[in-house]
T-cell receptor, first 115, second 114 residues
Framework: GDSVTQMEGPVTLSEEAFLTINCTYT??????LFWYVQYPGEGLQLLLK?????DKGSNKGFEATYRKETTSFHLEKGSVQVSDSAVYFC??????????????FGQGTILTVHP | DAMVIQNPRYQVTQFGKPVTLSCSQT?????MYWYQQKSSQAPKLLFH???????NEADTPDNFQSRRPNTSFCFLDIRSPGLGDAAMYLC?????????????FGSGTQLSVL
């Protein structure tokens, strides 16, 4: 079945450091790929997405490129801020039949950014 | 402004005592999902509805049931909670369940079983 693997956390960075969170996936079809973020005490919210190979999703300075050849969707940001501290989830959707857009998640990576 | 609302935020129940978690949405979306998220683990889909069409995941225990009486509301019933059912329960919606659509999540209900 479908699966998503994220790099182990937690990740601790200083403000303005470069961020990479690795994500690889296994899917039988042609999935859409997502990064969701969960701030403390809140629900998950979409950060960015890409729906086909070589697409780049971007939002709030974060970027990720859909790499079909390496089955990867790594999250990057050039300069993190304290406000980026959160849990980041990589996910895929391989809807078909009665799947109705259901997401398969990675285990999440906790990011802490210090001033 | 909240679009997917889960109540209560925290729920404590006793071992074996039935409990119901609720979710409502103001988005008029067709699909509603229930995920279980245990500490430091990936959210795991329990089941989802497309309108009134119920879809159970193969590995969802029989102890978990769901009801969707109308478009706006969806309930998660745990018939006989065990200690292993303590988790965060997340409700989510999507407009039509297409694979490129984003899901809208509620803030979750943290369930404790004593």
């Amino acid at each position: 079945g479908d699966s998503v693997t994220q790099m182990e956390g937690p990740v601790t960075l200083s403000e303005e450091a470069f961020l990479t969170i690795n994500c690889t996936y296994t899917a039988t079809g042609y999935p859409s790929l997502f990064w969701y973020v969960q701030y403390p005490g809140e629900g998950l919210q979409l950060l960015l997405k890409a729906t086909k190979a070589d697409d780049k999703g971007s939002n709030k300075g974060f970027e990720a490129t859909y790499r079909k050849e390496t089955t990867s969707f790594h999250l990057e940001k050039g300069s993190v801020q304290v406000s980026d501290s959160a849990v980041y989830f990589c996910a895929l959707s391989d809807a078909g039949g009665t799947s109705y857009g259901k997401l398969t998640f990675g285990q999440g990576t906790i990011l802490t950014v210090h001033p | 402004d909240a679009m997917v609302i889960q109540n209560p935020r925290y729920q404590v129940t006793q071992f074996g005592k039935p409990v119901t978690l609720s979710c409502s949405q103001t988005l008029n979306h067709n699909v509603m999902y229930w995920y279980q998220q245990k500490s430091s683990q990936a959210p795991k889909l329990l089941f989802h509805y497309y309108d009134k069409d119920f879809n159970n995941e193969a590995d969802t225990p029989d102890n978990f049931q769901s009801r969707r009486p109308n478009t706006s509301f969806c309930f998660l019933d745990i018939r006989s909670p065990g200690l292993g059912d303590a988790a965060m329960y997340l409700c989510a919606t999507s407009r039509d369940g297409q694979k490129n659509e984003k899901l809208f999540f509620g803030s979750g209900t943290q369930l404790s079983v004593l």
